[in-house]
């Protein structure tokens, strides 16, 4: 019996297991196929069903607590920017963020780029490294440069300053 309709023969069990293991059921028929997609994408699985059965149970636990994991990452850092947006938010900031984005625009365009996949698209250094076929301690330098130039061009002196409205006093 090939190790494919070992897998069929083992779908009940896997489902039942997955459903143990995940909160919805809807979550718990995504752990199964995505569990059965690796199975049917791996070389060295098992053939014989008494080692394939635990080793896809291994599969379908490691997959569920990965993508525990992503969501508890995702949270987190969401939360955290949240907080970082509500502690710079002082009221809507809209010229300033056009200003950045003008000024964004101004940047070289390697120096916009880096910034582009890493604080925009949120990329990892090391992602961000294989797009831009660079190691990733260049994607980190070029980085902490463009930011810098970046932020120097929002704080620097040809940072338009908001005209006076008319009947202001002038100093």
Not at 87 to 110: K, Q, S
Not at 112 to 138: H, Q, S
Request: aromatic share 6%.
């Amino acid at each position: 019996m090939d190790s494919l309709s070992h897998i069929e023969r083992l779908l009940p069990e896997l489902r039942a297991y997955a459903r143990s293991i995940c909160n919805l059921h809807s979550n718990a028929e995504d752990l199964v196929q995505d569990a059965v997609e690796r199975a049917l994408r791996a070389e060295n699985r098992p053939t014989p069903i008494d080692e394939l059965r635990p080793w896809m149970f291994r599969v379908l636990r490691n997959l569920h607590y990965d993508e525990l994991r992503k969501r508890r990452v995702r949270r987190e850092y969401f939360t955290s920017q949240k907080r970082l947006l509500d502690e710079w938010d002082t009221g809507a900031d809209t010229a300033r963020d056009v200003m950045v984005r003008l000024l964004f625009e101004r940047l070289p365009e390697d120096k916009r780029e880096v910034l582009c996949l890493v604080d925009i698209m949120g990329l990892k250094y090391v992602e961000a490294a294989m797009v831009m076929d660079v190691p990733v301690g260049t994607v980190m330098s070029r980085v902490s440069r463009a930011r810098a130039a970046l932020l120097e061009l929002v704080n620097g002196p040809d940072v338009p300053v908001a005209p006076v409205a008319e009947g202001a006093a002038k100093t």
